[in-house]
């Protein structure tokens, strides 16, 4: 790709959505007004096709934040060099505004899982997570973003906070934080602590990106509220509420529209960013703002 041909990578204090093959076409028509867009990088790791046809046409008018899934941070193995590699290519062509990934493990020994597995808040994984942080910024050359987790279990031997951990990860490797305001509220009503808390005490100064996405809710086997981080549906109202909150401290942030599964149509997932856009003008405007 030409590299003069694309449009700055600094991605906008706006609203952005995930980049999803069922929407090329109408996006390649329609041209929308949305700041940026995200794509999950393990989407894009082949070497041609229709999808990076597809997304070097959306890079020349759009910033895109690069979101990877399958490092496996936290993972008690040695990272994967080839797919660390692949990453690097990936960074180096299209030149994302923002990379990150997730504070969770994926593998074990020769498994690789689906889903994102929660990390125990000891020294023992603290180390090792700072460790692969460290090898994944000396590779990419760049600043890395780490997304706090959506967690269903507490574990026993944990001996910090996730926030403490956050804040000790950041210090020790300067990466800097991704703020998922929907996980936030998945966890905190799993483990019955309040979200409000939780994001007055966040290190919002490391924090550069937001999430936003939808639950499902359940219950567990005791009848209590269990919440499941589905990105399967719009974002719930107290959500919206707790999004409020957390730019009246960080002030604007570029934040993200989550919606990976049962995807609606264009127009649905835009009118989304455009409830997220409008926010973020209100709170530009409304400097006095303090949070609740």
Known sequence: MDNSAKISPVIPKRAGVGLKAAHYDRILQDRPDIGWFEVHAENYMGAGGLPHRTLETIRQSYPLSLHGVGLSIGGDKPLDLAHLARLRDLNQRYEPGLFSEHLAWSTHDDFFFNDLLPVPYTQEALTRCSDHIDQ?????????????????????????????????????????????????FVSATNHDYSPEDYIDAFPIEHVGEIHLGGHARDQ???????????????????????????????GNLPTLIEWDNELPDWQELFAEAQSADAILVRNQTEPDRVAR
């Open 136 to 184: 994944v910024q000396e590779s990419l050359g760049r600043q890395m973003l780490l997304e706090n987790p959506s967690t269903y279990v507490a574990f026993a031997e944990s001996s910090m906070s996730e926030i403490e951990f956050l804040k000790t990860l950041t210090a020790r490797t300067g990466c800097g934080l991704l703020l998922d305001v929907n996980n936030v």
């Open 220 to 250: 567990d086997d005791h009848g209590a509220p269990l919440l499941i981080d589905a990105h399967d549906r719009a974002v719930a109202d107290p959500v919206w509420a707790l999004y409020e909150r957390t730019i009246a401290r960080t």
